[in-house]
């Protein structure tokens, strides 16, 4: 059970926007800044968004971020089929004194 | 460029030990907070450990405390963690991590993983 929740599964066909969702709760969503990270089948994490909304140097402007309360969430615009991987959100809790992560979102290019 | 390349990883027993490696590149070694985090085959990401740019300053997941231990050696801008008492559970890739979650420009660097195995 993660601290951090995600849907398991999204889906979406070329061309489209989809939104990722993460959930979590004052002590790290709602006061710690949140990453998200694509994870390719066989493959090390790759950075995505950093302090909510920020695009490391590389990434597409068609990944975006953005935070709410005690949530976040992760937009691809112009949907391609490589971007079909796993998606995951992490935040620092400041109760837990850890880094907690979401459970993973597959997602699926039709 | 960052580069961080995770070593030590391979099969064991429950029970036993195991020394991970990971040696650091392209950045100020001593002044990067570093971590690790693990994922079991088909699973989520779980963080593991971390340890502070000076070295004075470590914490653990519940699920390794007094088992596993984060070190590091200046010298040769390497990040070591120890396993020890191995359980089947611990079975995972397992990632080096600079500056997890930092809100520097450019954001945070992984390496390609360490596969560690527990099983008799």
């Known amino acids: 059970q993660s601290v951090l929740t995600q849907p398991p599964s999204a889906s979406g066909t070329p061309g489209q926007r989809i939104t990722i969702s993460c959930s979590g709760s004052?002590?790290?969503?709602?006061?710690?800044?949140v990453n998200w990270y694509q994870q390719l089948p066989g493959t090390a994490p790759k950075l995505l968004i950093y302090s909510n909304n920020q695009r490391p140097s590389g990434v597409p402007a068609r990944f975006s971020g953005s935070k709410s309360g005690t949530s976040a969430s992760l937009a691809i615009s112009g949907l391609q089929s490589e971007d079909e991987a796993d998606y995951f959100c992490?935040?620092?809790?400041?109760?837990?004194?850890?880094?907690?992560f979401g459970g993973g979102t597959k997602l699926t290019v039709l | 460029e960052v580069q961080l390349v995770e070593s030590g990883g391979g099969l064991v027993q429950p029970g036993g030990s195991l020394r991970l490696s990971c040696a650091a590149s392209?950045?100020?070694?001593?002044?990067?907070?570093m971590h690790w985090v693990r994922q079991a085959p088909g699973k989520g990401l779980v963080w593991v450990s971390r340890m502070n740019t000076d070295g004075s300053s470590t914490t653990y997941a519940d699920s390794v405390k007094g088992r596993f231990t984060i070190s590091r050696d200046y010298a040769k801008n390497t990040l070591y963690l120890q396993m020890n008492s191995l359980r089947v559970e611990d079975t995972a890739v397992y990632y080096c991590?600079?500056?997890?979650?930092?809100?520097?420009?450019?954001?945070?660097?992984w390496g390609q993983g360490t596969l560690v195995t527990v099983s008799s």
């Open positions: 392209g950045f100020t070694f001593s002044s990067s907070w």
């Open positions: 991590v600079q500056n997890l979650l930092t809100t520097r420009e450019g954001g945070d660097h």
């Open positions: 992490a935040s620092s809790d400041g109760s837990l004194n850890v880094v907690v």
């Open positions: 004052s002590s790290n969503i709602g006061s710690k800044t």
